[in-house]
């Protein structure tokens, strides 16, 4: 079993930026690929950013481009996401999700274990 544990999301202005953050316990072994999905009121929880163990191979959301910066410290067992330039339509609970094999997914049936998530607001 592999727990994951967000925090650091907030309320911030639009054009802000904040950094939120996964920590895993447990059977850290197994977190392969890693991912930040996200899901706004009233939508389905969407793919946002994911990352191999190595940390060089990532893939992006194409609405969160040039904005986010996925990125882990296997040494710490923790994954990030730095945003910026955010915009009221990033307004969401982002979770953190991590694959027990290496393979690129932007699908969230594709993620084994999951966090509680962390709320992000950005008010304009």
């Known amino acids: 079993q592999v727990q994951l544990l967000e925090s650091g999301g907030g309320l911030v202005q639009a054009a802000g930026s904040l950094r939120p953050s996964c920590a895993a316990t447990?059977?850290?072994?197994?977190?392969?690929?890693m991912a930040w999905l996200r899901q706004a009121p009233g939508k389905v929880r969407e793919f946002v950013a994911q990352?191999?163990?190595?940390?060089?191979?990532?893939v992006y959301a194409d609405s969160v481009k040039g904005r986010f910066t996925i990125s882990r410290d296997n040494a710490k067992n923790t994954m990030y996401l730095q945003l910026n330039t955010l915009k009221l339509e990033d307004t969401a609970v982002y979770y953190c999700?991590?694959?027990?094999?290496?393979?690129?997914?932007?699908?969230?049936?594709?993620?084994?274990?999951w966090g509680q998530g962390t709320q992000v607001t950005v008010s304009s």
């Open positions: 999700a991590t694959k027990t094999d290496s393979g690129r997914s932007i699908y969230t049936g594709d993620y084994t274990y």
């Open positions: 447990g059977r850290t072994g197994s977190t392969y690929a």
């Open positions: 990352i191999r163990r190595g940390g060089g191979s990532t």
